[in-house]
Each structure stands twice: as structure tokens, then as C-alpha cells.
């Protein structure tokens, strides 16, 4: 059965994000981005954004489900990644749909809302976790390892929204290029 | 709003939630399982894991100049305790080790000398003359039932002679003191003599047998036991080998120059003969 160049391009597409996608788990899980003084970098964070604002909601949705729950095999938390994956995939792509065009502006904001809400929501989690912790060991987590993390994440996201702008571009090209002959 | 729940993205975010909720408690059910999710995602990237875990560990070296000090220092610290505690125990397992060697020689003696009794005491002092070893202090005294005049072994060989026994301690004279003359033979042709040291053969580490006919048959290299005869020191309590002949003075004599087969600068433990 023949495809379509639209459909062969989708598929292009979900392929190439897909391995994208395993690669950046391999880069965070094994981990191949050092741990620098307690700062660890989370670039599926990023990733995810990245695609919410470049691709369809509805797929945003199911990488940022699957990235979860890549995430979620090596996590102590069930399924929290994936949920929060998704939810977060979901409200940058539709935001960006419907709210407000994709510019500079989201392309910083986006990535920097997912990756703080992360950073807060695990830090909470981490410390309700741990008994009789004290506030003082508490902020000192914060400061020293969560706000740390944030930023080391936020470095890779100029990285991360390149190469997602290349494969829907790329994969995009080829479809006028294909229409234009 | 409405088109905001309408839109397919809502619908594909809803029905993917209730699949990750249902199969994450379908562990709760299954009882120590991973989630159906979990399992099927981890055929899939665990060929993946392995090689990047394998390609990792080559590249790990590199980052680990940017590791958190404090982190590591940490590791540093509890590695260092575990080898202080691993040396204290290798401590106590060498002492065993030679509580236990001693315990076999002990055996042995008393299973060829079911006669002789024994104490067994440590040397706590040494003293040196010349450079060589001519006396122990030992931590065992006459409550332990040591006399002066016992004969002090290690093993099947001779060290020496209680010189002085107090309460708790005594003084053994070594086989390298001038003032111990010791009755021997050569095994082989049971040639006699008294052994003596020199303060220049005993600064080698030499005990010497002197004014030896120059047509003795004793030889290089043949083992000088214990005789028996002047009732100080048991019979075959070995002395030493012969290391060497060597003329005496005005070449009337010949002395042949004992090397003993202990290393006194090493031995930690003794036996008193008590009783023969």
C-alpha cells in the first residue's frame, strides 16, 4: 500500500523524535551529563517542552506520556513522571496553540515552567519523604542541589529545541519540496 | 472552552491517563510485579541501557574532575574507616595466625618430649651488644615457675638460658652472650665441643665452636645440636649449621663459625624448658 509523502513524513517524524527521545533518557539515566557539585540535569524536562511547542498537542501528549514512563522505570514514585509529563506536554502545546504564538518568548518560558514546577514538586516530594528533617536541611536541599538542577537543566534547552526544530523542519521541508515537484 | 475539550489532545491526554493510572495499580494486584507499562517499555530499552551503560564506563573517567567534592569526600571518609577496621582485624587475624603456629610447635615438642613441660613467654625487652642480640627480657617469672639455669627453645632450637628470674619477668642470655657456653656436637661425626660467641662472630650473627683439632672431621655446612653433657641444656636442641671453618690463633687450632638458624631480631615468642 502506498503512503502519502505527508504521511511518510509524520512517520519520519515520530521515528526520528522517538529515538531522540531514547537518547536523551540514555544521556540522563546512565548518566552520561556528570553530576556537578549535586547538580543533576533532567533534559527530557526540556525535550518534552520543546516538542509540545514545535509539534500536534495530541502527539505531545503521548511523547511526554512515554518519556515518563522511561522515566518512571528507574524513579521511586509509580507513575508520577508520566502523569506529569503528559499533563505538562499538554498544557505548553495547547498554550502555545491557542493562547499565545510561538516565539523567543515561549521558547524561554516553557522549558522554564516545566523545569521549575519539576524541580519544586520533587523537592517537596523528597522532603516530605524523609523524616524529621529540618527546615534548615530542608532549604539547604533546595539551594544546593533542586534551584542548582534547574539551571543545569535550562542550559540544555537551547540544545534540545534545536535539534526538535530540525527534524519537524527537516521533515516539513521535505513535504513542500515533495508538493513543489 | 468548549473547543478546548473537544480537541483531540484532550481526549488522546484522558485516555492516557486512565491507562497509566489502571497499570499503575495494577501492581498493587499483582503483588511485587512490575506494571504491564513498566515491563513492556523495559524489553524495549534494556538492550539500550546495557550499551549505554557499557559505553558509559568508558567515558566516566573524563567527568570525574566536575564531581561534587563534598560528595566525594564523603566516600573518601567511609573508606577510610572501613580500612581502619579491616587493619585491626587483619591485626587480630596475623596474632591468631601465630598463636596458632606456636600451639602446633608446642604439640610437637611435648608429643617428642612427653616429659618436658613447658612455659611459654613472650619477649617484652632485647638488648643488644655490639650489634648483636645478647639477651631478651622475658614476661614470665618465677610465679610462672621459671628458674635461672632453664634452658629457652623455639621450637627444636635453642635460644638461650635463664640468666636471672624475678617475680614476673627474667633475663634470658642468648646463645650470641660470651657468658654462655654451650656443651655440643656435630651430628653427623658427634664430634664435641663448646660453643661460645666472640664479640666480633656474634656482631655477624655467628656463634663459634673454637679449639677444634685441625683434623676434625666437622665440616662446612653440617648441624650442630645440643650434647646433653654438662645437664644445663636437653640433648639435639639445635644450635645451628656450620657455616664456615676458619683457622684459630697461631693456626693451631681450627673454629668452626656457627650460624644459627633463628633470626633473633624477629622472635617474639619463647618456651622455658621448666622440667626435663
Given at each position: 500500500?502506498?503512503?502519502?509523502?505527508?504521511k511518510r513524513n509524520r512517520i519520519?517524524?515520530?521515528?526520528?523524535?522517538g529515538a531522540?527521545?531514547?537518547?536523551?533518557?540514555?544521556?540522563?539515566?546512565?548518566p552520561w551529563?556528570?553530576?556537578v557539585?549535586?547538580a543533576?540535569a533532567f533534559p527530557l524536562?526540556?525535550?518534552?517542552?520543546?516538542?509540545?511547542?514545535y509539534d500536534?498537542?495530541?502527539?505531545?501528549?503521548?511523547y511526554g506520556?512515554?518519556?515518563g514512563?522511561?522515566w518512571?522505570?528507574?524513579a521511586p514514585y509509580?507513575t508520577y513522571?508520566?502523569?506529569?509529563?503528559?499533563?505538562?506536554?499538554?498544557?505548553?502545546?495547547?498554550?502555545?496553540r491557542y493562547?499565545?504564538?510561538?516565539?523567543?518568548?515561549?521558547k524561554v518560558?516553557?522549558?522554564l515552567c516545566?523545569?521549575?514546577v519539576y524541580v519544586?514538586l520533587r523537592w517537596s516530594?523528597?522532603t516530605l519523604a524523609?523524616?524529621?528533617?529540618t527546615?534548615?536541611?530542608?532549604?539547604?536541599?533546595?539551594?544546593?542541589?533542586?534551584?542548582?538542577s534547574l539551571g543545569y537543566?535550562?542550559l540544555l534547552a537551547?540544545?534540545?529545541?534545536?535539534?526538535?526544530?530540525l527534524?519537524?523542519?527537516?521533515?516539513?521541508r521535505?513535504?513542500?519540496?515533495?508538493?513543489?515537484? | 472552552?468548549?473547543?478546548?475539550l473537544?480537541?483531540?489532545?484532550?481526549?488522546?491526554?484522558?485516555?492516557?491517563?486512565a491507562?497509566?493510572?489502571?497499570g499503575?495499580l495494577?501492581?498493587?494486584f499483582?503483588r511485587g510485579?512490575?506494571?504491564?507499562?513498566s515491563?513492556?517499555?523495559g524489553?524495549?530499552?534494556?538492550p539500550l541501557q546495557t550499551?549505554?551503560?557499557w559505553?558509559?564506563?568508558g567515558v566516566?573517567d573524563?567527568?570525574?574532575?566536575?564531581?561534587s567534592?563534598?560528595?566525594?569526600?564523603?566516600i573518601?571518609d567511609?573508606?577510610e574507616?572501613?580500612?581502619?577496621?579491616?587493619r585491626?582485624?587483619l591485626?587480630d587475624?596475623?596474632?591468631?595466625?601465630?598463636?596458632a603456629a606456636r600451639y602446633?610447635?608446642l604439640?610437637?615438642?611435648?608429643?617428642?618430649h612427653t616429659?618436658w613441660?613447658?612455659q611459654?613467654?613472650?619477649?617484652?625487652?632485647v638488648?643488644?651488644?655490639?650489634?648483636?642480640?645478647v639477651?631478651?627480657t622475658?614476661?614470665r617469672?618465677?610465679?610462672s615457675?621459671?628458674?635461672?639455669?632453664?634452658?629457652v627453645?623455639?621450637g627444636?632450637?635453642?635460644?638461650?638460658?635463664?640468666?636471672e628470674?624475678g617475680?614476673?619477668?627474667s633475663?634470658?642470655h642468648t646463645v650470641f652472650?660470651?657468658?654462655v657456653?654451650?656443651?655440643?656436637?656435630e651430628t653427623?661425626?658427634n664430634e664435641?665441643?663448646?660453643?661460645?660467641?666472640t664479640p666480633g662472630?656474634?656482631?655477624?650473627?655467628?656463634?663459634a665452636?673454637?679449639q677444634?683439632?685441625?683434623t676434625?672431621p666437622?665440616?662446612a655446612?653440617?648441624?650442630?645440636a645440643t650434647s646433653?653433657?654438662?645437664g644445663i641444656f636437653?640433648?639435639?636442641l639445635i644450635?645451628g649449621t656450620?657455616a664456615r671453618?676458619?683457622?684459630g690463633a697461631?693456626?693451631?687450632?681450627?673454629?668452626?663459625v656457627i650460624?644459627?638458624?633463628l633470626?633473633?631480631?624477629?622472635?617474639?615468642?619463647?618456651?622455658?624448658?621448666?622440667?626435663q
Amino acid at each position: 500500500m502506498k503512503t502519502t509523502p505527508d504521511k511518510r513524513n509524520r512517520i519520519l517524524r515520530r521515528i526520528a523524535l522517538g529515538a531522540l527521545m531514547l537518547l536523551t533518557a540514555m544521556a540522563q539515566f546512565v548518566p552520561w551529563l556528570p553530576v556537578v557539585y549535586g547538580a543533576r540535569a533532567f533534559p527530557l524536562l526540556v525535550l518534552i517542552a520543546a516538542i509540545a511547542c514545535y509539534d500536534q498537542p495530541a502527539s505531545a501528549v503521548i511523547y511526554g506520556a512515554l518519556a515518563g514512563v522511561l522515566w518512571d522505570i528507574s524513579a521511586p514514585y509509580g507513575t508520577y513522571h508520566a502523569v506529569f509529563l503528559a499533563i505538562a506536554a499538554f498544557c505548553s502545546a495547547m498554550g502555545v496553540r491557542y493562547l499565545f504564538n510561538q516565539n523567543k518568548v515561549t521558547k524561554v518560558l516553557v522549558p522554564l515552567c516545566i523545569t521549575t514546577v519539576y524541580v519544586l514538586l520533587r523537592w517537596s516530594l523528597d522532603t516530605l519523604a524523609m523524616p524529621g528533617i529540618t527546615f534548615a536541611q530542608n532549604t539547604t536541599m533546595l539551594l544546593r542541589e533542586s534551584l542548582p538542577s534547574l539551571g543545569y537543566t535550562l542550559l540544555l534547552a537551547p540544545l534540545m529545541f534545536t535539534l526538535v526544530s530540525l527534524i519537524v523542519r527537516r521533515t516539513s521541508r521535505r513535504q513542500q519540496r515533495v508538493l513543489a515537484d | 472552552m468548549s473547543r478546548l475539550l473537544k480537541s483531540p489532545a484532550t481526549r488522546v491526554l484522558v485516555l492516557v491517563l486512565a491507562m497509566l493510572l489502571l497499570g499503575g495499580l495494577l501492581p498493587f494486584f499483582a503483588r511485587g510485579t512490575a506494571s504491564p507499562i513498566s515491563s513492556a517499555v523495559g524489553v524495549v530499552t534494556s538492550p539500550l541501557q546495557t550499551f549505554a551503560a557499557w559505553a558509559a564506563n568508558g567515558v566516566r573517567d573524563v567527568a570525574s574532575p566536575f564531581a561534587s567534592a563534598s560528595y566525594l569526600q564523603e566516600i573518601v571518609d567511609a573508606q577510610e574507616e572501613e580500612i581502619e577496621a579491616l587493619r585491626v582485624q587483619l591485626i587480630d587475624y596475623h596474632e591468631a595466625i601465630q598463636r596458632a603456629a606456636r600451639y602446633a610447635e608446642l604439640l610437637e615438642l611435648k608429643a617428642e618430649h612427653t616429659h618436658w613441660q613447658f612455659q611459654p613467654a613472650s619477649i617484652i625487652g632485647v638488648e643488644h651488644s655490639a650489634g648483636a642480640v645478647v639477651a631478651f627480657t622475658l614476661n614470665r617469672g618465677s610465679l610462672s615457675g621459671i628458674r635461672a639455669g632453664m634452658p629457652v627453645i623455639r621450637g627444636q632450637n635453642l635460644v638461650g638460658v635463664v640468666a636471672e628470674a624475678g617475680l614476673t619477668t627474667s633475663t634470658v642470655h642468648t646463645v650470641f652472650n660470651p657468658h654462655v657456653n654451650i656443651a655440643v656436637y656435630e651430628t653427623l661425626s658427634n664430634e664435641i665441643g663448646v660453643a661460645t660467641a666472640t664479640p666480633g662472630l656474634a656482631m655477624q650473627g655467628y656463634t663459634a665452636i673454637t679449639q677444634l683439632d685441625l683434623t676434625t672431621p666437622i665440616a662446612a655446612g653440617r648441624l650442630i645440636a645440643t650434647s646433653g653433657l654438662g645437664g644445663i641444656f636437653p640433648r639435639n636442641l639445635i644450635v645451628g649449621t656450620v657455616a664456615r671453618m676458619q683457622p684459630g690463633a697461631q693456626y693451631l687450632h681450627l673454629t668452626a663459625v656457627i650460624e644459627p638458624a633463628l633470626d633473633f631480631n624477629t622472635l617474639r615468642d619463647v618456651f622455658v624448658l621448666t622440667a626435663q
